[in-house]
């Protein structure tokens, strides 16, 4: 594919730096942007994205809050890389194409490594030591002057009754197809009343929200971490909402959409809790939120059920999807891994 459009959105950003592209490449695995991987003239890789302005309606207010982040960072000499965006020569960090599609570039971070999977307990252990040292550097970060990138993102509540619309207003045949997901969530609504009693006495922190096993890049080998990326939804929550996340994305056995004989991997979630004390939060933590964290874990898996679910039933519109029952099978998934996660945690 020739991508005439990415190539000359990614040489406008590259003027700042007297090269050009060489080769372009479709990067797979987000569920919300599109990614490219740049190879340009210069020898220096870049990544350039479509930012989707469906799920970002202000990328202007993404942009801003991860220059912040990201200039704090490295004040503080955090020993990770950080994202770095880059500007065409006008000094403009998002390019709006002729259809009004809004294009970001970084540089890229390498020579990293991408896990799909957990391959050894280990990582999960270097991973959740990174998060808790992502959390720990940001715990005096000015919270007021980030602003909320995705309004209602940490909402449990409002996750809940936007579920509840969505099945009342379901595409009929999607509706008769989920029926018997939709009575097992039903049955675990309990999660989020339980979550909602403890939240009033969890800290307010700087969270990632989405960390996600892609989001770790790993050194060549997939030992050490080299830097957690897409800061796009860094905003203002509770660290139980990224433990929970994490342990949802990096527990999880095969992939997010493929059903099997068993989801949840107990000796991943082992080295992951210890991974967290073993970094620098384990001085900050309070009681409540140390005695939460599997409340935490089940709640956020029990709301990305949700998620999924409600798109699959109102005709996929946030998430992309390769086929009719993709968000179906994802939302399977995550009910699984909850069952089995109730099991192991048994309260
Ligand atoms: C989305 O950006 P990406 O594709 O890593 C989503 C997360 C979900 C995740 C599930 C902004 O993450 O909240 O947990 O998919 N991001 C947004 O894989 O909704
Ligand atoms: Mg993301």
């Not at 890229?108 to 959740?128: D, G, H, R, W």
């Not at 005096?140 to 996750?159: A, H, V, W």
């Not at 050490?224 to 939804?233: H, K, P, R």
């Not at 039933?313 to 992309?320: A, E, F, T, V």
Request: aromatic letters at 10%; hydrophobic letters at 40%.
């Amino acid at each position: 594919m020739n991508r005439q459009l990415e190539r000359s959105i990614a040489n406008d950003f590259l003027r700042t730096l007297g090269t050009r592209v060489r080769r372009i490449s479709l990067l797979k695995g987000g569920l919300i942007h599109k990614s490219f991987l740049v190879d340009a003239m210069n020898d220096q890789y870049f990544v350039l994205q479509g930012v989707n302005t469906n799920v970002f309606q202000n990328p202007n207010l993404v942009v801003m809050n991860q220059q912040k982040i990201a200039l704090f960072l490295s004040h503080k000499n955090y020993p990770k890389s950080c994202l770095q965006l880059v500007s065409n020569p006008e000094g403009q960090f998002l390019i709006q194409d002729e259809k009004g599609q809004a294009w970001r570039m970084f540089k890229a971070i390498y020579p990293t490594k991408n896990l799909e999977n957990v391959t050894q307990v280990t990582q999960a252990f270097e991973a959740a030591k990174a998060l808790s040292e992502f959390h720990a550097y940001l715990i005096d970060f000015p919270k007021q002057q980030l602003q909320n990138s995705i309004p209602g993102f940490l909402d449990f509540d409002k996750r809940w009754k936007d579920y509840k619309h969505a099945v009342k207003v379901a595409i009929p045949y999607r509706f008769t197809q989920a029926k018997t997901i939709i009575e097992k969530l039903d049955s675990h609504e309990e999660i989020l009343n339980k979550y909602a009693e403890i939240l009033p006495e969890l800290p307010l922190r700087v969270i990632h929200a989405d960390p996600k096993l892609s989001n770790f890049l790993f050194d060549v080998k997939g030992k050490e971490i080299v830097a957690l990326i897409d800061w796009d939804t860094i905003m203002v929550g509770s660290i139980l909402y990224d433990i929970g996340d994490m342990i949802r994305s990096f527990c999880q056995i095969g992939t997010e959409d493929r059903h099997q004989k068993t989801h949840f991997n107990a000796a991943i979630l082992k080295e992951l809790l210890s991974g967290y004390i073993h970094g620098p939060m384990n001085d900050h933590l309070t009681d409540v939120e140390r005695e939460h964290i599997l409340l935490g874990a089940k709640a956020v898996i029990f709301v990305q059920g949700l998620r999924f679910l409600s798109d699959y039933l109102i005709g996929d519109q946030y998430y992309w999807v390769e086929n009719e029952d993709h968000n179906l099978r994802r939302a399977r998934k995550q009910l699984s891994m909850l069952e089995e996660l109730m099991e192991l945690d048994k309260e």
